[in-house]
């Protein structure tokens, strides 16, 4: 599975979007880019993920590049309790083995 | 919620004692995984299971062992605990077969080993 790139930190005001980058440019055709999030001390969650059409759900929006060599996570209007660790995950079609690398601290600040 | 949850939730023990640690899951669901978390490293699969008897290695398995004898149950076993083992596990269970990797997280155990 392609290995990501991710800032370790980014700041965001609260009610503004959030917007994390993710650089995957090892990615193959057949790799998806999937996001989970970590809230202190709890368990990871799922968020969203996409081959190569942008994506979204009701928690966030997801955009891949044409080339698929990078994404971003949008959260359209953070919150306080969006403030957490953002990771940024390539996996194979059939692959059943996340691999979770340091990720994003997005802190949201009022 | 996805039914799943984590036992005991906190654990202290001592050195070169066996622990296990067990999840449980509601729905049947085929795939169960063991992750730990430890500073500076984010989480790493220990052990993943794909179905009863049917187990394989993460990352980190050494010094684990795993076994699942009914589709709802996923045991964790250190054999002889020693004090790099103190984390906190994660279990995970993964709903859909083949092309989606949704995994849901269980609370957490935290395991402190002196």
């Known amino acids: 599975d392609a290995k990501t790139t991710q800032p370790p930190s980014m700041d965001c005001a609260e009610g503004r979007a959030a917007n994390l980058p993710c650089n995957h440019s090892?990615?193959?055709?057949?790799?998806?880019v999937y996001w989970y999030r970590q809230i202190h001390s709890q368990g990871p969650q799922y968020i969203i993920h996409g081959l190569k059409n942008n994506e979204t759900n009701e928690m966030a929006s997801l955009i891949i590049t044409e080339d698929r060599k990078s994404s971003t996570l949008i959260l359209p209007h953070a919150t306080l309790r969006d403030t957490a660790v953002y990771y940024c995950i390539v996996i194979s079609e059939y692959g059943n083995k996340l691999v979770f690398g340091a990720g994003t601290i997005l802190r949201v600040k009022s | 919620d996805a039914g799943i949850t984590q036992s005991p939730r906190h654990k202290v023990t001592e050195t070169g004692t066996p622990v296990t640690l067990r999840c449980h899951q509601t729905e049947n669901h085929r795939y169960m995984y063991w992750y730990r978390q430890d500073p500076g490293h984010g989480l790493r699969l220990i052990h993943y299971s794909y179905g009863v008897k049917d187990t394989d290695k993460g990352e980190v398995s050494d010094g684990y062992s795993v076994s699942r004898s009914k589709t709802e149950d996923f045991l964790l076993t250190l054999e002889s605990a020693t004090s790099s083992q103190t984390s906190v596990y994660f279990c995970?269970?993964?709903?859909?077969?083949?092309?989606?990797?949704?995994?849901?997280f269980g609370p957490g155990t935290r395991l402190t080993v002196l």
């Open positions: 090892t990615i193959s055709g057949n790799e998806y």
């Open positions: 995970a269970i993964r709903p859909a077969a083949g092309g989606y990797n949704e995994q849901f």
